[in-house]
């Protein structure tokens, strides 16, 4: 089984980075990151800005990261319809 560790650098109230290991299970490791740093938003508040993501202490996808979690938003906009 392949195994990443990825490190999310945010800010909250002040700079904070939570890092974990993960097994990738068919997924890409900036798909891992983004459900990660969701796990991160739904514990602190959804006033945390990413600022970093990191894989294995090396690679910086926080741009990918980044477009992925705004494609889903366009997504749910685009998909949004009112009653009234």
Do not use: C
């Amino acid at each position: 089984m392949n195994a990443i560790t990825i490190e999310i650098h945010y800010t909250s109230a002040s700079r904070l980075m939570q890092r974990g290991s993960f097994p990738l299970k068919g997924r890409r490791p900036e798909q891992v990151a983004l459900a990660f740093w969701k796990e991160i938003r739904k514990q602190m508040s959804n006033r945390a800005e990413l600022e970093r993501a990191i894989v294995n202490g090396d690679q910086d996808i926080t741009e990918l990261v980044a477009d992925i979690e705004r494609e889903e938003l366009r997504n749910i906009d685009a998909n949004w319809s009112l009653p009234f």
